[in-house]
């Protein structure tokens, strides 16, 4: 079972940046597509970027241009990198690992597991 956990997560400015971290628990992290989603009041949760385990990339078309995402498996750690940040997105932030290949690692149910989130909220 692999448990993840996010920080990173704060109260910005419109145009301000933050950097979101997820580490995870277990010794295969390297071997998982990572992934974060969002999911703002009342509103589904909604893919915002992942990386495959061989670090091709992959943006909704809301944040491209604005959110990078890395990896460092020395440290086990996932990070999503957001800058000019908008009201439109305050939401909580999860990030997500898949064991297996995915065609569509935007698709939330390509992901084993699931981390307890994290809140982003960006003031007008």
């Known amino acids: 079972q692999e448990q993840l956990v996010e920080s990173g997560g704060g109260l910005v400015q419109t145009g301000g940046s933050l950097r979101l971290s997820c580490a995870a628990s277990?010794?295969?992290?390297?071997?998982?597509?990572m992934g974060w989603f969002r999911q703002a009041p009342g509103k589904e949760r909604e893919f915002v970027a992942a990386?495959?385990?061989?670090?091709?990339?992959y943006f909704a078309e809301s944040v491209k241009g604005r959110f990078t995402i890395s990896r460092d498996n020395a440290k086990n750690t996932v990070y999503l990198q957001m800058n000019s940040l908008k009201p439109e997105d305050t939401a909580v932030y999860y990030c997500?690992?898949?064991?297996?290949?995915?065609?569509?690692?935007?698709?939330?149910?390509?992901?084993?597991?699931w981390g307890q989130g994290t809140q982003v909220t960006v003031s007008s």
């Open positions: 997500a690992a898949a064991r297996s290949y995915s065609s569509n690692p935007s698709e939330s149910l390509a992901y084993d597991y």
């Open positions: 277990g010794r295969t992290f390297s071997w998982y597509a």
């Open positions: 990386i495959s385990r061989f670090v091709s990339l």
